[in-house]
């Protein structure tokens, strides 16, 4: 039985990345809205995740290279209150394709943080599998990200430690999430190590 639900659950996230994908294929961002979604970043944003959208730790995350989709839907959730309420007011303004093309502008940035160094990793408790297992199918392989899935890949450990502790606790909108992170909560030493995996961005070619 245990094996026919895993089967059902694999089966619908296709279905939703199928189906997301197919969804998104006529949507496209134009120059002047993707030169507005700049502008704005580059007046408001860059103050906290910097200028390249590298990020800061123990500041801000980085928001370069994320799925495009996943900013836009990340927006969202800020204008309904659903995260982080503080940025309401940023993003109130923005409509679906200003959402769009801030998601676009930050997928084609590459900023890296501040020192652009990456951690040794001890790597005890197999975390490629672990990754693989338990994060791949929403953040991609590469933790790349993806349309419902943030891009984790490189990302600061503050901010990691922080969206675990959020979703342990249902605090986001995700709340399947939980279930999910019952074993980084249980053992702190897994956690740090898939922290350190994910920003040294050892995973799976």
Request: charged share 25%.
């Amino acid at each position: 039985m245990k094996k026919i639900m895993v089967s059902f659950l694999t089966l619908g996230f296709v279905m939703m990345m199928g189906m997301s994908e197919s969804a998104h294929a006529l949507i496209t961002s134009k120059p002047a809205e993707v030169a507005a979604a700049k502008a704005l970043f580059l007046k408001t944003c860059y103050k906290c995740h910097g200028k390249t959208a590298g990020g800061m730790d123990d500041t801000a995350p980085k928001l370069s290279s994320q799925n495009k989709y996943f900013v836009a839907q990340a927006i969202k959730d800020f204008q309904s209150g659903a995260r982080y309420p503080k940025h309401k007011t940023v993003v109130a303004g923005l409509d679906s394709r200003a959402r769009l093309a801030m998601g676009t502008y930050l997928e084609g940035l590459a900023g890296g943080g501040e020192d652009g160094t990456l951690p040794a990793v001890k790597n005890t408790h197999n975390i490629e599998k672990f990754f693989w297992h338990k994060c791949a199918m929403c953040h991609g392989q590469n933790a790349e990200g993806t349309d419902f899935g943030p891009r984790l890949r490189e990302q600061w450990p503050f901010y990691l430690e922080q969206e675990i502790a959020n979703f342990s606790k249902e605090d986001r909108p995700l709340r399947m999430m939980a279930g999910h992170l019952f074993d980084l909560d249980q053992d702190a030493g897994l956690r740090n190590d898939l922290i350190s995996y994910l920003q040294a961005g050892l995973v799976r070619e």
